[in-house]
């Protein structure tokens, strides 16, 4: 009975090198939501996407982020230009469905650090 | 200013004391969670509730709609229990959630 996988759970990237954080949701569920985690930060959501399909982006950053959750496989947050500042704890959540509200269900985060 | 605000920040207490975290909120919601979050670890649901009260083991969750206001409370608390617990809520009409600042409780034996 896996719950959220997240990989990796620890990310290197120097300056300029891309990231890409991956995110399989629980089995069953078709909803995929990221939040980012900066040092000594709250959280704060990012992007929720359904399978081939993003459904809120409003807290994705405008510039080098990118999202999506294809019809196989997992969902792939990328990070392209990687800067200090995005070095942060991102998770991954899923839920059920569309009609909610669900609980979600977190996985273990990748850490990425930017050198 | 956060559409949703913790209190307190930081709390220390001894081992089997009865401990309260509060939590509000500025408009509408859908639900309220109340998360877990280890030092270096994942995140942890521990309640999601839209009305009255739920309890899970020594944990109690309330929700107060009329006044915005949610209420977590740890009985006989126990070292282990230390974390930070963050509330969240869904605000009507949307799935994500919107943090609070979470409280570092520490409980000491």
């Known amino acids: 009975n896996a719950g959220v996988m997240q990989n990796p759970r620890h990310l290197v990237r120097r300056r300029g090198q891309e990231a890409r954080l991956r995110c399989s949701p629980m089995?069953?569920?078709?909803?995929v939501y990221w939040y980012r985690q900066l040092p000594e930060e709250g959280l704060k959501f990012m992007v929720y996407l359904q399978k081939e399909n993003i459904i809120d982006e409003s807290g994705m950053p405008k510039e080098r982020f990118s999202a999506e959750f294809p019809k196989e496989g997992p969902s792939i947050l990328r990070i392209q230009q990687v800067v200090r500042g995005d070095s942060a704890a991102y998770f991954c959540?899923?839920?059920?469905?569309?009609?909610?509200?669900?609980?979600?269900?977190f996985g273990p985060g990748t850490r990425l650090t930017v050198t | 200013k956060n559409e949703v605000e913790q209190s307190p920040q930081n709390l220390t207490a001894q081992e089997g004391e009865f401990i309260t975290i509060n939590c509000s909120y500025s408009?509408?919601?859908?639900?309220l969670h109340w998360l877990q979050q280890h030092p270096g670890g994942g995140i942890v649901s521990l309640f999601m509730?839209?009305?009255g009260k739920k309890k899970h083991g020594r944990l109690i969750a309330t929700i107060n709609i009329q006044e915005k206001h949610s209420s977590l409370h740890i009985t006989a608390s126990h070292p282990r229990d230390s974390a930070v617990y963050i509330c969240a809520v869904s605000f009507e009409g949307a799935q994500k959630l919107v943090f609070g600042q979470g409280t570092r409780l520490t409980i000491n034996p």
């Open positions: 089995k069953g569920h078709s909803h």
């Open positions: 408009v509408g919601i859908s639900a």
């Open positions: 509730l839209s009305s």
């Open positions: 959540a899923s839920s059920p469905g569309l009609a909610g509200p669900y609980e979600q269900y």
